[in-house]
């Protein structure tokens, strides 16, 4: 594994022959082992309700943003509208509320999911493994969970209250996901968050470690960088876009046949040069409030972050074309999808 040091090195060299380098052999990887090929992904936040605090999110429970989850049929009528938008893979979000959105109820939101995607992934609290479980076997088969920083004083002096708090069982939840049969997990860090360096060796030990322990998972990993809230900057160190990319290369380099996903937090720009060069996941017409495809209107919601590429699915796609990759809507399928 790459030292520390390495890592440093990497990161304040800022040589353009070694960046080209760099690039270079981040792109070739790739397109060894993905092809031209980039899948679509896109959220659903269906609850807001957190009983966390955690300093650096604008759904934390100190916050007054307009709470509420969605109905069952709230729910249907959003990955309705997505689903015709040929999306075929869906993330549900919730806060980190196990009263507002208990197991029973992501589970209802899988069971709906499963009329419209093949791909159902869940970014919510971390659960115990027979909740993985009962969720898994709903129809749920991917997981994203950050551990947001690897430095537990850093994540102590962030994560004020709630389930968060607890490191540990955080840490170990996508252990307990793979356990309960996911097929596919997606683990990250929120860069800016803590010390960059530390932060990525130790997302690096643990991406290794969930390799050893359980190689029948599909791993991917996703780089969130820190936004202010409400101008209010938490980020102990800056992630400019050049240190972005070179985090990119670096980890294309180290893990060859791992995802790694991009969200709308990014640019079009910064998306668009990424493709091909590390990025193999991207989500598309994304909307990161509750309810805000169809349920609400743009005054009425609270996202969680904003969108900074706002183009349609089709605008996607065009962009994905012209680049001549092909963009892929389907590339798992359970024989519980059989209708799709
Ligand atoms: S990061 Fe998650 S747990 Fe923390 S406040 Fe935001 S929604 Fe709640």
């Known amino acids: ?32 082992y993905f092809g031209r090929t980039v899948t679509l992904y896109a959220p659903i936040y269906i609850s807001n309700y957190c009983s966390s605090h955690c300093t650096y999110c604008g759904f934390h429970n100190h916050h ?12 249907k009528q959003e990955m309705q509208f997505i689903a015709s938008k040929k999306i075929r893979n869906i993330l549900i979000l919730t806060g980190e509320s196990y009263e507002a959105a208990p197991v029973s109820y992501i589970k209802e939101a899988v069971l709906i999911a499963q009329k419209y995607f093949s791909g159902i992934s869940l970014e919510i609290h971390p659960l115990n493994e027979a909740e993985y479980l009962e969720l898994f076997l709903a129809g749920a ?11 537990r004083i850093r994540y102590q002096q962030v994560h004020l209250a709630g389930r968060k708090k607890d490191y540990d069982f955080r840490f170990h939840a996508p252990e307990r996901a793979a356990q309960a049969g996911f097929r596919q997990i997606s683990i990250g860090a929120l860069l800016g968050l803590s010390e960059l360096a530390p932060d990525l060796l130790a997302l690096y030990e643990y991406l290794q470690h969930m390799e050893k322990n359980f190689p029948g998972v599909e791993y991917s990993v996703s780089f969130p960088r820190l936004r202010p809230i409400k101008g209010e900057n938490f980020s102990v160190c800056d992630i400019n876009d050049l240190t972005f990319v070179k985090i990119i290369c670096l980890t294309r380099t180290l893990f060859p046949r791992v995802g790694i996903n991009l969200s709308t937090r990014e640019t079009a720009f910064l998306r668009d040069h990424l493709v091909g060069t590390g990025i193999t996941r991207i989500s598309a017409g994304s909307n990161t409030a509750v309810g805000g495809y169809t349920v609400c209107t743009e005054e009425e919601a609270s996202p ?26 389907t590339d798992w399928r359970s024989i519980k999808n059989e209708s799709i």
């Open 141 to 151: 088969d991917g997981l994203t969970i950050y551990q947001e920083t690897f430095d």
């Open 64 to 75: 007054k943003i307009k709470r509420f989850k969605l109905s069952l049929d709230q729910i």
């Open 1 to 32: 594994m790459i030292s520390l040091n390495e890592i440093k090195d990497i990161l304040s060299n800022d040589d353009p022959a070694f960046l080209e380098m760099l690039a270079q052999n981040a792109r070739s990887l790739t397109e060894q």
């Open 304 to 329: 969680q972050f904003d969108v900074n590429d706002d183009r349609s699915v089709d605008e996607i796609i065009n962009m994905l074309k012209s680049k001549n990759f092909d963009p892929v809507f």
